[in-house]
């Protein structure tokens, strides 16, 4: 089995440390490391490998809550993300069979990108919308405010899907046709998701514990975003403003996680004042580079390309990890981690090592 001398290390968590680093206030002195998510059968293979949920009872309503709590602990993760707000939607899924060395499941499903529940004025007056006042959409933020050790903080997920949304009630197909002949539904359905979100994080951002927002929107695919960039700016675009002010006017930072090719919107993202951006794919630019270009005006998480963990070897992992932290900490605004989420398709010792050889940097 392999070693991890960083992990085997001792860490204090340091949750005003990671907030003044997304802040961009001061070089850290150590590697503050932060995920979207893992994967559950990320989460349960560390568990296993180093025992962490021997104290966990399996049959508890929050006990996959609980293991997820315990590998962020122990990878020394000050940030737990809490949902906030996003059930009860209904999409059309696909399913097709999950060929991961960890899949669990079985299957893994994907959205249907030609037609979604919402393709005319018909189907939107019958869509079942959900209440973004009802009880359930804080149950998890009103648990953890209770619940979560003090020297973490909660990063409230979910609260801006202003562009997938929008993509996975039409249909991807759909949305592209109807932005040239029924725009009016198109504005319908943008104004709707709109003030469901702008609801969500309102009630969101009424707990203390909360002092991140993540408006999690794939907006791009390799290229571009997914519609042209001033669609962007009428249907899309002005949720992620009213998210970022409304954070920012309650005292919070504001963390968007976002696939794809944003280069024609990022000037407007600036201007927003978003805090920090997730998500980065080396086939559309490495973190490293991105650090000199806007990465001068917000911070930086993750960018160890998914696909490189998935095929590089550990040595290479280690030196592509020290690599980029002495590129983008300095002046701070950067934390470590994955280019997107940890999936199950990722090695767990590719991953492991990954985290170990952050926990040793030194600056």
Known sequence: MAVYEGLAKPIELDPQGVLDTIARKATPTRAYHFELGHDLEIIDAICERFD???DIDPTGDWAESYKRLAVSRFLGMEVFGVGCGVGGFEFKWDVTEDTAALSHRGERGYLNEHVGP???????????????????????LEYWSEHLPD??????????????FLTWLMGYETLCLSLYDNRDL???ISDKLFEYFRVTLERALQFERVRLVEPSDDMGFKTGTLISPDDMREFVLPGHRMAIEAAHAAGRLAVM??????????PDLIEFGLDAKHSFEDTIEDVRQVKHTYGRHMALIGGIDVNFLCRADEAAIRERVRDTLDICQPGG????????TVANYIPVDNYLAMVDEGRLWAG
């Open 52 to 54: 962490l949920a021997k």
């Open 118 to 140: 919402i393709s005319t004025w018909d189907q939107f007056d019958k869509f079942p919308w959900p209440d973004p006042h009802g009880p359930s959409a804080t149950d998890g």
């Open 151 to 164: 020297d973490m903080i909660i990063c409230a997920c979910g609260v801006g899907h202003f562009c997938e």
């Open 186 to 188: 198109v504005r319908a």
């Open 257 to 266: 996680h976002s696939c794809g090719n944003l280069r024609e919107i990022i």
């Open 333 to 340: 605004g950067y934390c470590l981690g994955t280019g997107n």
